[in-house]
């Protein structure tokens, strides 16, 4: 058995990245757009600036003067899509090999996306 039960063995294929430019189809903050902050792909979730905001309690330290702060909670990839570059609209994305190197395209446009 691995030390921790709930991760798979294997890290998922990944659609996203950290510093894509998404837009959230589903839950709460349908239609905020925002940029990757993290991902964490054996949970298949990912942290997007401006998106599904908690509160988090800190306590006071000698650095931090704690209190309340609300600070982006992760969110489950199915639920984001990339922002098409040339439009600004929502799209799929496929991959293909250009001069060698696999790279990221948008499905809408055929934009690569960086």
Not at 1 to 21: A, E, L
């Amino acid at each position: 058995m691995s030390k921790i039960d709930n991760q798979k063995r294997f890290t998922p294929k990944m659609h996203i990245k950290k510093g894509d430019r998404v837009v959230v189809i589903a839950g709460k903050d349908k239609g905020a757009q925002g940029e990757v902050l993290q991902v964490f792909p054996h949970k298949n979730r990912a942290v997007v600036d401006g998106v599904n905001i908690v509160k988090k309690h800190t306590r006071p330290t000698e650095t931090n003067p704690g209190g309340i702060n609300d600070i982006p909670a992760a969110i489950h990839i199915s639920n984001l899509m990339h922002v098409d570059p040339k439009s600004g609209e929502p799209t799929r994305i496929g991959r293909k090999k250009v001069d060698g190197k696999s790279v990221r395209y948008s499905k809408k446009s055929g934009e690569i996306i960086q």
